[in-house]
């Protein structure tokens, strides 16, 4: 990545500048608000801080010590092994814990430095993209503004971390596809295999990634085999990552497990909300009879009930989510469903946070429509190379249609809708067109 060659030295300190008040601005709101969400508030950093905790102690990978929310585990199955989480993010805290202690604001220093990776990566994406220094900046400074990104830094979860992984991954795929050089499609496979570790969807991504790859680089002229053996190798890369975490899995579990156990719970969720099912007046989103089901049972076991529960509700209601899907992706996309009133990220723990709705919202319209001018507009041969970030974005909206959809998990692929729109409000603001999609990689 070569972030500075053929730069100027102002175009370097607009650069620089640029990062630099991103993550001091990153610093200043980790200190200044007193109202990230508490590890009691939400069951995902309960678990990841369990599950490090646990590993510094020297009680392998489970749940044991977890308080509040179990989600169908019984309190005295809390000391078997786990595979609720994927390892990434727990060993990074664990890694953390060890050196620091249990300070997380060590943790969320470190994820405001993923951000300063991920608004490089940026800034690099676009110029591969568009060659054109501007449009870099302009992404790079939509990244370092972007108020989401501040208060995902400051809650212990995966967003920061995968977010960093999903964009390295888009960059060194747009490298591959502009000039097919191996080294590129490892370290996709690499990120890409990262990323799986820390969220199980990303193992999907990476298929998907390899399928549209083949067909890319046969666009481009380039023979079958090569077209196949490329994205192939990026696909094996990923699996060779993801092999510690399966093999553990069959031993432990005696189950071929390449993501979690609580792929069956998100499934049953998302699928069972359309219905809007009440008992004695209060919401849930897992039907009684299927709790009972489950409560109490291994963690392996329960998945697969719910997963085949879920399966089973899908086909006995396929028109429940297919009236309900566009409605999941508007709230994957702006955080609101119907237009109710939602918060913008996480639960809040006070009042005051009303107004962080709105930059949630507005943002996001306005990424998405400059996104679209530049993809339709000002369409071009850029956009072939830009193919993968529209299959990532078309991938992810799809998948969450099937699942919880909440606005944070759009997060991953905000940074490359970024770079879209950047060019979209150059392209539609600047009296001078964009220059050419660079093709030798040496800017």
């Not at 997060?411 to 030798?440: C, D, Q, W």
């Amino acid at each position: 990545m070569r972030l500075f060659s053929g730069l100027k030295r102002s175009q370097r300190a607009w650069l620089i500048g640029i990062v630099a008040v991103g993550f001091i601005a990153r610093v200043v709101w980790m200190f200044a608000m007193p109202y990230f969400v508490p590890l009691t508030q939400q069951a995902d950093p309960q678990e990841y801080n369990q599950l490090a905790k646990n590993l510094i102690a020297g009680e392998g990978y489970c749940l044991k010590g977890l308080s509040g929310h179990f989600r169908f585990l019984m309190r005295e199955r809390l000391n078997e092994p786990s595979a609720r989480r994927p390892p990434l993010y727990p060993l990074l805290l664990a890694a953390i814990y060890r050196i620091f202690g249990e300070r997380y604001r060590a943790v969320f220093l470190l994820q405001c430095l993923f951000d300063v990776v991920t608004m490089l990566t940026v800034f690099a994406l676009s110029r591969r993209l568009f060659g054109n220094v501007t449009v870099g900046l302009l992404a790079t400074g939509l990244a370092a503004s972007y108020l989401p990104f501040f208060q995902q830094n400051i809650v212990l979860m995966t967003e920061s971390l995968n977010m960093m992984l999903t964009t390295l991954s888009l960059w060194a795929i747009a490298e591959a596809v502009a000039s097919p050089r191996t080294k590129f499609f490892v370290l996709s496979g690499v990120f890409l295999g990262a990323a799986a570790l820390t969220r199980p969807e990303s193992l999907g991504l990476s298929i998907t990634l390899s399928v549209g790859l083949f067909f890319i680089l046969r666009a481009k002229k380039i023979g079958i085999r090569r077209s196949a053996q490329m994205p192939a190798l990026m696909l094996l890369v990923v699996c060779t990552l993801l092999s510690p975490w399966v093999i553990r899995n069959a031993i432990v579990f005696h189950r071929f497990l390449p993501g979690t156990t609580l792929v069956g719970t998100n499934i049953m969720e998302g699928l069972y909300i359309p219905t809007q099912q009440n008992v004695g007046g209060v919401f849930i989103s897992i039907p009684p009879q299927v709790i009972l089901k489950v409560d109490g049972l291994p963690e392996v076991k329960a998945n697969d009930i719910l997963l085949h529960e879920a399966l089973k509700f899908f086909w006995r209601h396929p028109w429940s989510w297919l009236v309900h899907a566009p409605q999941k992706v508007m709230e994957l996309w702006l955080n609101a469903a119907k237009w109710q009133k939602r918060y913008f990220l996480y639960y809040p723990t006070t009042n005051r946070n009303h107004y962080i709705q709105y930059t949630f919202l507005i943002p996001n319209v306005v990424l998405l429509i400059f996104s679209a001018i530049a993809v339709f507009r000002y369409r071009g041969h850029w956009l072939l190379v830009a193919s993968p970030i529209l299959l990532t974005l078309a991938f992810f909206s799809f998948t969450e249609t099937f699942t919880v959809s909440v606005g944070r998990h759009s997060m991953k692929m905000i940074p490359s809708l970024m770079v879209l729109a950047a060019f979209g409000l150059y392209r539609t603001f600047a009296r001078a067109p964009a220059h050419k999609p660079l093709e030798n990689g040496d800017r």
